[in-house]
């Protein structure tokens, strides 16, 4: 795996040994981020089961101001710090090593502008609960964009207060957009 495009570009990436994270192919970084590349300047970023943090660094070498990486596996954890020290980024990354859930538990920090949602793909329930969490909701900055990756298969139900703005299928997974309403930003 390499960082794709920005000041890091080029740079290899580490995944983490075991089949416990799944890190978002070439294919899937290039179109979020050509979908995202408008909004990411000096963006404040919350990556969401980070695994090995490439959403994140990638955000981050494409111009993201900062980037909060929450992951709770020991194994993706140590590719994840090794990887934000291997690209320069440690000055704008934020390591929390926690279960998303209990994450959101607690006061969150923002507004974030750009959420990835990025849990294992069997795991649906998790993804709605998280996607509906009402600490996430008022994490977001206003026009804030949430991005899940699913499985086409494994669409989750969309949380009250959230809407579709775009869902870029890419074989057999599905990059949902979402925004949600009424958000006051911050917390």
Do not use: W
């Amino acid at each position: 795996m390499r960082v794709i495009a920005g000041i890091a570009k080029g740079r290899t990436l580490d995944a983490p040994r075991g089949g416990g994270t799944r890190p978002a192919t070439d294919r899937i970084r290039e179109t979020l981020f050509a979908i995202l590349e408008p909004i990411l300047g000096d963006a404040r970023v919350l990556d969401l089961f980070a695994g090995a943090g490439t959403l994140g660094i990638e955000a981050l070498s494409r111009g993201a101001a900062s980037v909060t990486f929450v992951e709770r596996s020991a194994e993706a954890l140590k590719a994840l710090r090794k990887n934000i020290a291997s690209t320069g980024f440690n000055d704008s990354a934020e390591v929390v090593a926690a279960n998303v859930l209990a994450f959101l538990e607690q006061q969150v920090a923002g507004p974030y502008d750009v959420v990835f949602c990025d849990p294992p793909f069997a795991d649906v329930p998790i993804l709605e609960a998280t996607l509906a969490h009402p600490r996430l909701a008022r994490a977001l900055a206003p026009e804030a964009d949430v991005v899940a990756r699913v499985l086409r298969k494994h669409q989750p139900r969309v949380p009250e207060g959230a809407r579709v703005l775009r869902a870029k299928v890419i074989g057999e997974e599905t990059l949902l957009f979402l925004r949600y309403d009424g958000v006051r930003g911050g917390g």
